[in-house]
């Protein structure tokens, strides 16, 4: 079956609207295209997405520096791994 | 030098300067999409619709003194041709309030704050004055691009 015969299989529309996406944010990105300079970037610092782009670049950057990999934590340093038999002989 | 390919061109209101002309503060920047060779109807009659808006009496004809000519149409220049700004007024948010941004910004004169009243004239006369080098050809003296 292909998906023009059954696209709520195959797609995100359910009932003929598109499930996965945040009318909301549409909205506000309207807003920083009516918007310049000053009131741009009071607008970005009111509605929290400058806080989210450095979110995001830190996130970036910390992934550049290999430091989000199994065994580090969020702020890159490693974690100490506990012995999987520690204890183990206090069960019996 | 200016982009060739422009569709669009700000004005400046408000800046201070000093006595040789330099910019001291800068001022309120706005945005304006360039009129096609339309202009002079459809502004004239959105001026026509502002007037019409404001007092529903008049059916929008024009009344007996300059101000309301004027202002209906800077109103209808910024409802027609505002592309952004810098100043959050023209869609409806007086000083002190928080913009909503779940609602979809609008330029409707009716919700102009009324403090704002003379910088909508500034904007008027100085959207007539920047958008006169649009409405007459330059001359490089040579001929055609495609010639």
Same mark, same amino acid.
């Given at each position: 079956m292909a998906a023009i015969d059954d696209p709520e299989k195959y797609s995100f529309v359910r009932g003929g609207v %598109?499930? !996965?996406? !945040?009318p909301g944010a549409g909205t506000r990105a309207k807003w920083t295209q009516v918007l310049m300079g000053k009131a741009l970037t009071n607008f970005m610092w009111v509605s929290g997405i400058a806080t989210g782009n450095r979110a995001a670049a830190a996130y970036r950057a910390k992934q550049r520096q290999g430091?989000? %990999?199994? &065994?580090?934590?969020? &702020?890159?340093k490693p974690i100490p791994m506990k012995d999987p038999n520690a204890g183990a002989n206090d069960q019996g | 030098m200016p982009d060739v390919l422009q569709d669009t061109f700000d004005i400046e209101i408000n800046q201070v300067t000093d006595k040789d002309g330099q910019t001291v503060t800068p001022g309120d920047t706005f945005k304006f999409k360039i009129p096609t060779i339309k202009f002079d109807i459809e502004v004239s009659y959105r001026a026509a619709d502002v007037r019409r808006r404001a =007092?529903?009496?008049? @059916?929008g004809q024009y009344a007996v003194d300059m101000a309301s000519i004027a202002f209906s149409r800077s109103c209808a220049i910024l409802e027609m041709y505002?592309?952004?700004?810098?100043?959050?007024?023209? =869609?409806g948010i007086n000083d002190g309030q928080t913009l909503d941004p779940s609602k979809q910004p609008a330029v409707d004169f009716?919700?102009?704050?009324? @403090?704002y009243t003379d910088d909508v004239y500034k904007i008027g006369e100085a959207f007539e004055q920047a958008v006169t080098r649009f409405r007459t050809r330059g001359n490089t003296n040579q001929g055609s691009a495609t010639a």
């Open positions: %598109q499930t !996965n996406t !945040n430091k989000l %990999q199994p &065994g580090f934590s969020r &702020g890159g | =007092y529903p009496d008049s @059916q505002l592309v952004s700004s810098t100043v959050v007024w023209p =869609y009716e919700k102009f704050p009324v @403090q």
